[in-house]
């Protein structure tokens, strides 16, 4: 029988629903300027986290290999996989 793979979610406040309350406790802890003023709802965080500043700050936590491979995924048509990536990283 083949295996199913979950379908992709349509948007970023449906990628939150869907995660359990650690995987959302990780994201707090991770960028806790998310979590200030507390949002109403998660359609309010997913708002939040994709503002141009909070972006930037996501940003400017990462170091050069991992922004090269944001930049492949966001070049790569979707979905992409990690081997995508490293083809086109040339890694």
Not at 18 to 39: C, E, F, S, Y
């Amino acid at each position: 029988m083949p295996s199913r793979t979950p379908a992709a979610a349509r948007s970023l406040a449906d990628d939150l629903r869907a995660r359990d309350d650690a995987q959302l406790v990780a994201l707090l802890r991770a960028r806790p300027d998310l979590a200030t003023p507390v949002p109403a709802d998660l359609t309010s965080l997913a708002a939040r986290s994709t503002t141009r500043a909070s972006v930037q700050r996501a940003l400017d936590g990462l170091d050069t290999a991992t922004l090269r491979a944001v930049d492949a995924l966001a070049v790569l048509p979707e979905p992409s996989s990690r081997a995508d990536v490293a083809r086109l990283l040339g890694a």
